[in-house]
């Protein structure tokens, strides 16, 4: 495998600390990003070398000598449109502006299944899922190779190890593990997975299955229409 430095975006979420986990048991070289230094002795342990960043304003020094890069930031529940606007859309266009800069390998984002279907979404999750559509779009349209994660509802259960592909028609959502989205973020980047939206819920198929068919299936176009600004 070529050497790798992984820029992880949301190191100290949820989702993100389990993929900082992955990095470190797969002996991935990576850069955490995190707002406060209170939380840099975690991720020390983990051999990650540490940058401070804000994601609402400039925050492309952390890309310096990096190869791929996996966003996984969000925001909470609680925080607002203001927060889903700012950390949902606006920072991962700004990630995905700096990673072209830099002209990264590879950039993975975990999103969200509702953003298939924003205007279905119930009304709490409406502006969430336009958000992460608007981001996913712009990151499709940047010209980096990327990888689009859309897993369904979340749960903070242990891996299962296995999942079942998604798409925006389906109706049965079963809940997956975080544990099993950072294998999955992990994976597209040892495995050079790119120019895909891989949509998923919990399921029975063997991840490595999934992505041994992923690696054989031709690439195919992002289905939504470019955005035009901003």
Do not use: W
């Amino acid at each position: 495998m070529k050497t790798l430095k992984v820029l992880l975006i949301g190191a100290h979420g949820r989702t993100g600390c389990l993929i900082a986990r992955r990095l470190h048991d797969e002996a991935i070289t990576f850069r955490a990003l995190l707002r406060k230094s209170a939380h840099k002795s975690e991720f020390a342990a983990m051999g990650a070398e540490i940058v401070l960043g804000d994601l609402n304003h400039d925050f492309s020094h952390a890309f310096d000598d990096i190869t791929h890069v996996i966003y996984a930031a969000g925001s909470a529940e609680a925080e607002g449109i203001h927060e889903q606007r700012a950390i949902d859309r606006d920072a991962v266009m700004r990630t995905a502006d700096y990673a072209k800069r830099r002209r990264v390998q590879q950039l993975v984002v975990v999103s969200a299944l509702s953003a298939f279907y924003p205007e279905r979404s119930g009304f709490a999750l409406r502006h969430y899922s336009r958000m992460k559509r608007e981001a996913d779009e712009y990151v499709a349209h940047r010209g980096v190779p990327y990888a689009i994660l859309r897993p369904g509802p979340l749960s903070d259960e242990p891996a299962h190890g296995a999942i079942a592909l998604a798409d925006e028609h389906t109706a049965n959502q079963p809940e997956v593990s975080r544990a099993d989205v950072a294998r999955i973020a992990v994976k597209c980047v040892t495995r050079g997975i790119h120019d895909r939206v891989i949509a998923f819920v919990g399921g029975e198929t063997p991840i490595d299955a999934v992505f041994d068919a992923l690696c054989i299936q031709p690439v195919r176009t992002f289905h939504h229409a470019a955005p035009t600004s901003r």
